[in-house]
């Protein structure tokens, strides 16, 4: 009995009769379509594979394939980087591998290029052939050479098949067998009709029986997509009201128009695996898509692979293994302990972290343990040499210490992903006996997390996103395709970075069958042609005209198709979080506002915005809370005056909310911690050389002692590569010693770092002085500066902080309460960068500082702490409360005085 082939173009329902036959052994490509015609899910690849296993013949692990091509690149080609050219290269030698039985052929006339991916290929092969096994890329080839048992095959869904895979169905099918391979008298099919001709000549005989199809939807679409450009006429198909195609802004409008409708459907009972999500790159479209189901509670699937490395727990062992090899530094650590996956600790351990800030494995020992209860010494010692078994017993062991099945298991995709970990360490576990560096291992692991692949998004039942090739030969009622714009579908056709069109056209004549321009173009035209056959009630088609801020233009398929573009119908309320956004807008709206607290507060928080941002004048949201405050008992340093002067509400959300900064440690030579190190070295210098008058300022050596002493005395951090830095650091102080005008002749120091408290002006002051020298015509008081400029000061009637408060509140309290009766001098600023005095400019508006006190007292008083920085905002350089006040443009439309009045 002969072998047939159906070519009907709609084959459908004739599958779905032929396969309630249970004599046939019903293989199709997806358990979509599989399920189209009713019948049990078996991929061709699974037959093959079976084949060979019960020949003794196994396809090569991928680490194994991984680590034989790696090693005939290495010996063919030589390159640089090793692993970026075996990862390039891979893809095109598979694909040599499908398109021949036979690599052997003459390459004088190839390219280079060619001649060297034909050699790696051909390479390649002998070598896994000689370790007993073979590629996946020719699985097909190695099953049709075995002697087999045929059975009476249903083949359905494999339209556009390879070489290889005719080949193995022309091995497997018994008489009476049947594939189907729809084809029509168009350029379209031509490489279908190679496939036809291919099969008569191995004795099956082609039957184009028809039967009768309703018209369905996808159907009627595909008799249009078939006819020639010219005679598609623009009248409405028989089931117009069920085929629309759409523009969206936005991608994310897209997928929220398409999710709205989807969800609709599901509210009128329409079950789930009726209804499919169609996109042509399901990874650019899948994260929003899936973000904005969980939003809308939408049970959404999607089945494409993604590499374990993508998941939460692949993100933690890439994690750990780069803290492993950097020896825990703080921040990857940091990051690695707020894992999901990990500890996730609480605020209380990250301002102990912070403030200890810990670098190394047993600093991170220690805290851990002491904090978060986290015992992390199976972490250490991993720089060894080991057996592979004994590393991969080292993993599991930390897996389970740290309970990552456990953990893995509140998500389904981390779940599948920690069983293929433990099936892929197994694989990594051989040949036991080998002896790896850590380094060795460590690649090892990342190429396995690199092989894995888990479900983008697994779960049961719910509406499932595809790609056009993925749902070939199913039906669905609902089909929403999306991208449907130029160069995405279909998408460009480019050639490839390895073999370009022209040499796979010198190898076609050589016998290697690569695919040219025309039958990629064909092969995603058919692709899409398949698509709208799975349609068979409504279908819609929808692309956004943005993209990445580029305009996208509709795709060429829709004018195929005679689809007009349409307005996007108004999309309903769907998710919880969409009507709160729909309310914002209309704050009127009281009795949903009252049973929705968090819309409550939404609308309260959005109406406080809506005036901050507006002309209108500040309230307590911008620091005028109209509470006084009593400063009678309230101590003020320098500093808190400055600020209080520069910008009110920098003082009240630093001292009154109490918004400060937690206490973090230096990892950076701040400015600060510059400050008070050259602050601590200059006073343990001068009390040396006054304590010793045989000692000399400027001797390097001593100034070096003191040096580290101080370091010694602040409990300086670790910087990186300080024993270099600090050299400069000696140099620009040792300079500056040298000044003459840092100790002038005549000067004595009575006072270093001296701390004084007094009252001035009506306020409670406090400060320390970095030294006063007594000299013949009297005191005087001297503030160390790390900067080469004047501080900042208090604002004036212009809103310029050029009021100096510091060195008059040194004159006024500080030398009358060390040294009371002592004549006063001057108070200056001595820069420790330049060596010199910084004096004050004498068009400074020094007459107007009893103004600017006067303004923080009545600031004070009424409760009165706008956001009104200086108008350079220089008070806003190093300000912690940015995220709180928000100053920017909007600080233009408010009324700003500079608290002159």
């Known amino acids: 009995m002969p072998r047939f082939i159906s070519t009907y173009l709609y084959p459908q329902q004739s599958a779905a009769q032929q396969a309630s036959d249970n004599s046939y052994r019903v293989i199709t490509p997806s358990r979509q379509a599989s399920r189209a015609i009713a019948a049990r899910h078996q991929p061709l690849y699974d037959t093959a594979t079976k084949a060979l296993e019960q ?82 890329g020719e699985l097909y080839w190695r099953a049709a050479e075995l002697n087999v048992d045929p059975q009476k095959t249903l083949i359905y869904g494999y339209f556009q098949p390879r070489q290889d895979e005719l080949a193995w169905i022309d091995k497997l099918a018994a008489d009476k067998s049947i594939v189907f391979l729809p084809i029509c008298d168009t350029a379209l099919f031509v490489e279908v009709q190679s496939s036809v001709d291919f099969l008569e000549k191995r004795g099956w005989s082609v039957t184009g029986d028809e039967i009768t199809t309703h018209l369905a939807v996808g159907i009627e679409l595909c008799q249009t997509f078939l006819q020639p450009a010219a005679s598609v006429v623009e009248q409405p198909p028989i089931n117009a009201e069920m085929i629309s ?43 929003k898509l899936i973000d904005t189901a969980w939003e809308y509670g939408l049970p959404l699937r999607a089945l494409y692979s993604t590499p374990l490395l993508t998941t939460r727990l692949g993100n933690w062992i890439e994690q750990l293994l780069n803290v492993l090899d950097a020896g825990f530094p703080f921040e990857a650590t940091a990051k690695l302990l707020s894992h999901p996956l990990c500890s996730n600790p609480d605020s209380g351990f990250w301002a102990v972290a912070r403030s200890q800030h810990p670098e190394g494995f047993q600093q991170w020992r220690k805290i851990a343990k002491e904090n978060l209860g986290l015992d992390l010494s199976a972490l250490a010692q991993v720089n060894q040499t080991r057996r592979r078994d004994t590393w991969v017993d080292w993993w599991q062991r930390l897996l389970k210490t740290y309970d990552l099945r456990l953990r893995c298991a509140r998500w389904a995709r981390e779940s599948i992903a920690f069983n293929a970990l433990q099936k892929g360490l197994v694989e990594l576990s051989k040949p036991e006996a080998e002896t790896l ?20 998004q697994p779960g049961r039942g719910g509406v499932e996103l595809h790609s056009p090739a993925s749902v070939v030969g199913a039906q669905y009622s609902h089909v929403f395709v999306m991208g449907m714009a130029e160069g995405i579908l279909p998408p460009s056709i480019s050639n490839d970075s390895v073999l370009d069109f022209f040499e796979r056209q010198q190898l076609r004549g050589l016998g290697v069958c690569l695919l040219s321009a025309i039958e990629l173009f064909h092969q995603e035209t058919l692709s899409f042609y398949y698509l709208l056959q799975t349609a068979t009630h409504q279908i819609t088609f929808s692309y956004s005209t943005l993209s990445d801020r580029s305009e996208q233009l509709p795709s060429a398929y829709l004018k195929r198709m005679g689809l007009q573009i349409g307005e996007p119908p108004e999309q309903p309320i769907a998710s919880l979080e969409e009507m709160r956004r729909g309310y914002l807008r209309q704050p009127d709206k009281q009795a949903a506002e009252a049973s929705d607290p968090v819309l409550t507060q939404a609308i309260r928080a959005f109406q406080v915005e809506e005036r901050r941002e507006s002309a209108l004048s500040a309230d307590e949201y911008d620091g005028i809370v109209g509470v006084p405050f009593d400063y009678r008992d309230w101590t003020f ?32 030579l701040s400015p600060s911690l510059r400050g008070n190190l050259y602050h601590q070295v200059v006073e343990l210098l001068v009390k040396a050389v006054q304590a ?38 000696l140099r620009t102080l040792l300079t500056v010693l040298r000044k003459p005008d840092f100790w002038p002749d005549g000067a004595e120091p009575v006072a270093l770092e001296r701390k004084f408290k007094g009252e001035w002006e009506g306020f409670k002051v406090t400060g320390r002085v970095d030294r006063i020298d007594k000299t013949p015509d009297g005191l005087v008081l001297i503030d160390y500066k790390t900067s080469s400029k004047l501080p900042r000061g208090l604002k004036d009637s212009n809103g310029k902080t050029s009021i100096d408060l510091q060195l008059q509140l ?52 009424l409760g009165h702490y706008p956001v009104q920085p200086d108008v350079k905002r220089d008070a806003c350089r190093y300000c912690d409360f940015d995220p709180v006040c928000r100053q920017g443009s909007r600080l233009t439309r408010k009324e700003n005085h500079h608290g002159t009045d």
């Open 692 to 729: 010793n008058p045989q000692l000399s300022l400027t001797d390097p050596d001593l100034l070096r002692e003191k040096f580290l002493e101080a370091e010694r005395e602040i409990d300086f951090p670790t910087l990186p590569a300080w024993e270099m830095r600090r050299e400069d650091h």
């Open 637 to 668: 340093s320098v500093s808190q005056l400055t600020n209080l002067g520069q910008c009110p509400f920098k003082w009240f959300a630093n001292k009154v909310l109490k918004l400060g900064s937690s206490a973090e440690a230096d990892t950076e």
């Open 810 to 861: 040194y004159q006024d309290v500080a030398a009358s309460e060390m040294f009371p009766g002592e004549t006063v001098t001057a108070a200056q600023y001595f820069s420790l960068t330049k060596g010199k005095v910084l004096k004050l400019s004498d068009k400074a508006p020094q007459q107007e500082l009893p103004m600017a006190i006067e303004n923080c007292k009545t600031a004070l008083n």
């Open 245 to 287: 195609a759409y523009a969206y802004g936005t991608l994310d409008a897209e997928s929220r128009g398409v999710l709205a409708q989807v969800k609709a459907l599901l509210s009128a009972d329409v079950p789930a695996r009726e209804i499919a999500i169609i996109a042509r790159d399901e990874r650019a479209y899948a994260p």
């Open 437 to 456: 560096a850590w380094a060795e291992f460590r690649q090892q692991l990342e190429d396995l997390l690199e092989k894995l692949s888990v479900p983008a």
């Open 55 to 136: 020949h003794g013949q196994v396809m090569a692990q991928p680490l194994q394939a991984q680590k034989l091509f790696r090693q005939t690149v290495q010996a063919v080609l030589q390159p640089a980087d090793l692993i970026g050219t075996a990862r390039a290269l891979m893809p095109a030698v598979r694909s040599l591998l499908q398109s021949s039985s036979n690599l052997e052929c003459d390459s004088d006339n190839l390219s280079t290029r060619a001649t060297n991916l034909i050699t790696l290929a051909q390479q390649y092969q002998a070598a896994l052939h000689k370790d007993g096994c073979f590629d996946e």
